[in-house]
């Protein structure tokens, strides 16, 4: 690993598959000559007086309780990529690195923070939580977190399934490296790694990259889940992840990949059109808790399983049509309920068919009601099938 | 009103807009024709022997204590209409009513129980949880709910924006009238009805249609809802509903409709692209607590905004866009926390701008947190600027 700065401030790390580990030094320059801005230098307002960067705001919802990120800031915005530039290709020989956003002519694996990222700790801003114009119904906050992008492979025609074990093995020690370091920074409650991939689900990007949120809060989802592992533990003295994955392998049906470390089964409860869970045999509440032997071995059972989702839907040709996904690790928070979570990865789509979407409407935004359009078994089956 | 009964057994109501009520008797027959088989016989299995209909299942998710329906039920899907058919038109005269839901030939406003539903009590199923395969962490039960769909208008090119006030009230009656007969069936915890309008989100069918969701169990929002305004009760002794809209009335800077019974606003933590709230002055726990006054108002108001909502966005010849939008009644559930439910309305859109989508990926999906890319101040101040 290999860290630098980009010429505003932000943070870039390459991660290498392979010694001589030298990222950022042979081919790659290590300053940014790019005249980007300062992030945190005041910018002028409309009368000419300098207005302050605040960075983006948290608001808690008196509904729900729930803290919203608002993209209220007023960020720098002096430089955007044109529209039919890759901003994550790596620059070219003699490149003044303007169009993109990594300043080296190739790379294994890079980080780096979100240009215009909807979580930011700007320096000297009081992380306190505040009252809106005195109302004590409005409690409002930084959201002082982290947004970064990891790119999987320079090349823009890759994806994440075609990378290989041994740059997959490179993900996964950058993802754990991320999460312990985030997880380090003051303030940081949750660091969810995650992928959207697909135009379906609004990904405009196609060079292959995931994303890293480092919360202030922790995540509704996740708050639920310790909620109910945490009850069962009181119940049962028992860990809930434990349970549910060896209710799951005693029983077998829904088991659609084994590997010394790791297990991947559709869930008996799988909400999405396409679901499949994938975790460790052994208890850890998250990436870093991983032994190389595990790490290893996760490089290719992950691998597996997303070759194996780009072959479960079939075009009327009978050519494979590749799977738009999300994929998100579920770790332990950094504080919170960590003796009741259990690391696993949920990889899911909104492809219900070739050409058919399940869309997130009336019940499920409004009240958070999921409907399942197949069974778990039927995706189980499919996952088995093209085994 | 009038009842009556579809040819395989389903519920079909006629709510007039005024007399004489004679819906189903007059230009409409009361008997439906078709030969649409019994949804509850018995079908027969792959080898000749007859299967019984088991309806839906629920199943309880053990990592966070929701149930999730699934469409395992084996349903007699013998008929569907053809795809280019409008199934929620009204029958042509003389027509044999194939082709449609509605066997009539008119009507004001319709609601039948849903063909193919995710929610249906079958007669004979006991309702009581069980456990599958005698492993305590799958938990199933009947789906025992019900899935209506209730038609705005026999005109399939109206919308519910343009249908009139004498109309809208009618409408409104006849979703209070569902939520009482509704929350009356046994088992049902929680009434919800809504529209999803435009294809942005899914949706297929244009004429103008909601849907109304009974539900044999609390939805996970409507619990977190009441679960933060129980909290709020027992530390203030107050209704959190109230003090949110008294907040909003005293500061008044989100407020961008009033009427003598109604506030639409938008919330201090709006999370979507578009949002706004409506929620009548006085505290009521559910639509049919509404006066004749509040429900006459409520019909002018309703149609105020939504009119509004159709000019919030502007196409590049100055056109006003139709919003694509989910709008849906939070009432008060059926028994649980009554006295701590607060009755509004949450309209919404997924359009960030004209031909741009928010998408639900990872961060949303995946753990639930929602990221908004405006402040609740800029789609108040669009919606008072083109009121």
Redesign the interface.
């Known amino acids: 690993m290999t860290t630098t700065r980009l010429a505003d401030g932000r943070e870039l790390l390459y991660f290498d598959d392979s010694e001589p580990y030298v990222s950022g030094t042979k081919t790659r320059r290590l300053d940014d000559p790019r005249p980007l801005p300062d992030r945190f230098l005041p910018i002028a307002g409309p009368d000419g007086v300098a207005l302050p960067v605040t960075g983006p705001e948290l608001?808690?919802?008196?509904?729900?309780?729930?803290w919203?990120?608002?993209?209220?800031h007023r960020m720098n915005r002096t430089f955007l990529p044109p529209a039919d530039a890759n901003p994550l290709a790596p620059a070219k020989p003699g490149a003044v690195y303007q169009d993109g956003e990594i300043p080296a002519e190739d790379y294994d694996v890079v980080v780096f923070e979100n240009r215009f990222p909807?979580l930011l700790a700007v320096p000297g801003v009081p992380d306190a939580p505040t009252v809106?114009?005195g109302?004590p119904?409005?409690t409002v906050r930084p959201a002082a977190g982290r947004c970064e992008v990891i790119c999987f492979s320079s090349d823009p025609t890759a994806s994440l399934s075609t990378v290989g074990p041994r740059r997959m093995r490179t993900i996964i020690e950058a993802w754990a490296q991320r999460t312990e370091a985030l997880g380090a920074l003051p303030g940081i409650e949750?660091v969810?790694i995650?992928?959207?991939r697909g135009k379906e689900?609004?990904?405009t990007l196609h060079h292959p990259h995931g994303?890293i949120?480092a919360?202030p809060y922790v995540?509704?989802?996740?708050a639920?889940?310790l909620?109910?592992?945490r009850?069962y533990r009181l119940r049962t003295g028992r860990l809930?992840?434990r349970?549910?994955l060896d209710?799951e392998l005693?029983?077998g049906e829904r088991i659609v990949l084994e590997s010394e470390h790791w297990v991947a089964y559709v869930?008996?409860?799988?909400?999405w059109p396409v679901e499949v869970h994938l975790a460790p045999r052994r208890d850890v509440p998250d990436l870093p808790s991983l032994t190389d032997e595990e790490r290893g071995d996760l490089a290719t059972a992950y691998l597996t399983l997303l070759q194996r989702l780009d072959r479960f839907f079939v075009g009327p040709q009978g050519e494979a049509i590749p799977l738009p996904y999300?994929?998100?690790w579920?770790q332990a928070p950094v504080a919170e309920g960590r003796q009741d979570s259990r690391l696993h990865l949920?990889l899911?789509s909104v492809l219900r068919a070739p050409g058919k979407?399940?869309?997130?409407?009336?019940?499920e935004?409004?009240?958070?009601?999921?409907?399942?359009?197949?069974?778990?078994e039927r995706i189980a089956a499919r996952l088995q099938e093209i085994a």
Chains 1, 2 share one sequence.
């Open positions: 608001r808690r919802d008196p509904l729900t309780g729930e919203i990120p608002m993209a209220a909807s809106r114009s109302e119904m409005w949750q969810f995650f992928e959207n689900i609004g990904v994303q949120y919360f995540t509704p989802r996740t639920t889940m909620t109910e592992a009850a809930l992840g349970d549910v209710a005693e029983h869930p008996f409860a799988a909400r999300i994929s998100g579920h949920q899911f979407l399940k869309y997130l409407a009336g019940v935004s409004g009240v958070g009601a999921w409907i399942s359009d197949t069974t778990p």
